[in-house]
């Protein structure tokens, strides 16, 4: 055998393997780019003029996430054997209408930063995440948390992004056992000297027995702390309280909830809600409802928000949708019907459309 022949049986030996290596390691991690661009044309038939506080007239606008948030992110797996995963999630929002962040704290990666573990024992996460009482709201809105008409501009419109996206904090989500599964999560507020500053913690215990699911939630946390400086508050001072069950029936799915946000010297603010969704084609979806908010305070302060939508997917990724909404507010009463474009409405009646496209990568 000549010295040029083993040379190359070398070198296809060493390829070989070079490659096997290489598609293990390929196997065993991963990383995705994920994102959703949603925008939309938005109308009311009254707006908000938030230097008097009075009607400023009607509305006709381009917004971003009519329907949804635009974001984009990174996330990972990485298979560390025994069941064992290491995670992580960077994820951001994006204003489609002007290239500005938004639908966050106002950080590059405000709303998820965070790595973590996962297996047997459950998960565990540590940095910028989702607080248990805010995915169970998510879990429980009849309306899938459109920006348009439904808990989504309730929330917000309440204590902004506080409990969404939570900074400094740690969390563990246990294995679900006989149904039942079990989070919890604490956010250190990161101001030395002072543990008190921005420190928030939430609970949150699901059942699920076949289609019918019930999750109850708890949220609590301080004003003050490093996430205090992000450009959108998201550690205004609360306590949140909430119950809701879904049940699915085929094509259609019922959901109801119970929330509660309460802001100490401030408002008390209890708003039961239910809806329901149903699929019509595996192309078109239609959903629907009703959101009645009242101030514990003074129960003169009151209001009521309905809204429908209907979506049709024109393939797996890019889905058309339109949306119609109702509120009408009473006292001091200003909720809004849009997360963006009018988080905040005016007294007495107002109608609102919202119509766009959402594509999902």
Same mark, same amino acid.
């Given at each position: ?16 393997? !070079? ?119 998510? $879990? ?37 056992? $006989? ?96 809806? !329901? ?85």
């Amino acid at each position: 055998m000549s010295s040029s022949y083993r040379r190359k049986r070398i070198a296809v030996v060493v390829g070989t393997l !070079l490659g096997t290596i290489g598609t293990a390691a390929h196997a065993q991690s991963s990383v995705t780019l994920f994102g959703i661009a949603d925008s939309a044309i938005l109308y009311t038939s009254k707006t908000l003029d938030l230097a008097n506080g009075h009607n400023a007239g009607h509305q006709f606008s381009l917004i971003t996430g009519g329907l949804a948030p635009s974001v984009f992110g990174l996330k990972g797996v990485e298979d560390l054997g025994g069941g064992m995963k290491a995670i992580f999630e960077l994820e951001s929002g994006i204003d489609l209408s002007t290239g500005a962040l938004t639908d966050s704290n106002g950080n590059l990666f405000g709303r998820q930063a965070w790595i973590g573990l996962t297996g047997g024992f459950g998960t565990v996460k540590a940095g910028v995440q989702y607080s248990p009482f805010a995915l169970s709201l998510i $879990a429980t809105d009849p309306r899938n948390v459109s920006y348009f008409g439904s808990g989504v501009p309730l929330y917000i419109s309440n204590v902004f992004v506080t409990g969404i996206f939570n900074s400094n904090s740690i969390s563990y989500t246990s294995p679900m056992i $006989a149904g039942l599964q079990g989070s919890a999560m604490l956010a250190l507020g990161g101001a030395a000297g002072d543990f008190q500053a921005g420190r928030q913690y939430s609970a949150s215990l699901n059942y699920t027995l076949g289609p019918f699911m019930v999750s109850a939630a708890m949220y609590s946390g301080n004003s003050g702390g490093t996430a205090a400086t992000t450009p959108v508050p998201s550690t205004v001072a609360f306590s949140g309280r909430t119950i809701g069950a879904s049940y699915r029936i085929g094509d259609l799915t019922m959901k109801a909830s119970f929330i509660n946000f309460k802001t100490a010297g401030s408002f008390d603010n209890r708003i039961y809600g239910g809806g !329901l969704s149903y699929r019509v084609t595996p192309a078109t979806n239609i959903d629907a409802g009703v959101w009645y908010t009242s101030d514990g305070n003074d129960t003169s302060n009151h209001s009521i928000m309905a809204a429908s939508g209907l979506t049709y997917n024109l393939s797996k990724a890019t889905a058309l949708y339109t949306q119609l909404g109702y509120v009408y507010n009473h006292g001091r009463m200003n909720t809004g019907l849009s997360t963006n474009g009018a988080l905040f409405g005016v007294a007495g009646s107002t109608v609102g459309v919202a119509a766009g496209i959402r594509h999902i990568f």
